[in-house]
């Protein structure tokens, strides 16, 4: 066993720890699981299904009931949910590793229609976090300034955290970076795995970008998902900082980038030069690499 593969076990296994012990033998049974899934989910009424970049495998044996969802979301919780209200009404909880759980079920308002807290879950997704290798090789050759700004773009499971977490361990080897870790995904919850960076864990994508431009003189910036108007105005502060931004955005291929109004806005503010858009069935495969000319993309 290569390191590598030894390394996604381990992960997988820490995702899967939150599950009780009929589940985690069920999924011992399959050696292959381990080594390509990327999510474990749990739906009521179904079998625990893993799900891998281009299919799913169900259980059978491991029917999912209530009492096993709520077995699971009180694991995820540490048995102590009160401490994470917060967390709930984001609608997912960052367990050790960076790997997330996310959860569904029914919503709890208080008397102005706010979401204050879930009861009765009814799924759980538990996303598989992992530093994968990637080749950095055809970006490090087409991409000679990342200052100018970059934004990996794909669908849901390409690896744009994947990729962001290489590039940020790429270019820290030369320039200072401030990576700001929302979800504690992108950093894996770990400061140890970057050197020459520093990293804000759980500060809002806004709050953090902030504060890194007032306190840390990052020369860039590495965030994931940008998806709203305060995230928006970070990327526009980092521009006129001078600061470079490396993020991504949600996006399936070129058509559905350019017609998103937050990357729209993003594109031809100036603050992003290269595009690299991912291949929707494989983690972190690039599909191509695109640099702005006059607000238009062209190949690089």
């Given amino acids: 066993m290569t390191g590598n593969e030894n390394n996604m076990r381990t992960a997988f296994w820490e995702a899967a720890s939150c599950l009780p012990r009929e589940a985690q033998r069920a999924l011992m049974q399959d050696d292959q699981l381990c080594s390509k899934a990327v999510e474990i989910r749990l739906r009521l009424g179904q079998p625990l299904t893993v799900e891998w970049p281009s299919g799913r495998t169900a259980l059978p044996q491991v029917r999912v009931t209530q009492r096993l969802l709520d077995d699971v979301f009180q694991r995820i919780c540490d048995y102590t949910v009160h ?24 919503a709890v308002l208080d008397g102005d229609g706010k979401l204050i ?48 977490r290489a590039l940020a361990k790429e270019y820290a080897k030369t320039w200072k970076i401030s990576i700001i ?3 504690g995904e992108l950093g894996l919850k770990g400061a140890k795995l970057f050197q020459n960076c520093d990293l804000f864990d759980g500060y809002k994508k806004s709050t953090g970008m902030e504060i890194a431009l007032r306190t840390m003189s990052p020369q860039l910036i590495v965030c994931d998902e940008i ?8 990327v526009l502060d980092c521009l006129q900082a001078g600061v470079g931004i490396v993020a991504s955005i949600h996006a399936r291929d070129r058509r ?23 291949t929707p069935d494989s983690v972190g495969k690039i599909a191509e690499i695109l640099t702005l000319s006059g607000g238009e993309p062209v190949p690089c």
């Fill in 256 to 278: 559905q980038l350019w017609e998103r109004p937050i990357a729209k806005r993003m594109l031809s503010s100036g603050a992003i030069r290269y595009v690299i858009l991912l």
């Fill in 227 to 234: 998806g709203n108007e305060g995230e928006l105005k970070g």
């Fill in 181 to 183: 870790d929302e979800r």
């Fill in 117 to 164: 807290s879930v009861k009765d879950i009814t799924s759980i997704n538990i996303r598989v976090a992992r530093d994968v290798p990637v080749d950095l090789s055809e970006i490090l050759l087409h991409v000679p300034h990342p200052e100018d700004g970059i934004l990996v773009a794909g669908a849901p499971l390409s690896g744009k955290t994947t990729l962001l």
């Fill in 83 to 106: 401490a994470h209200l917060a967390e709930i009404r984001n609608g997912f909880i960052t367990l050790p590793g960076g790997h997330r759980a996310g959860f569904c079920g029914t």
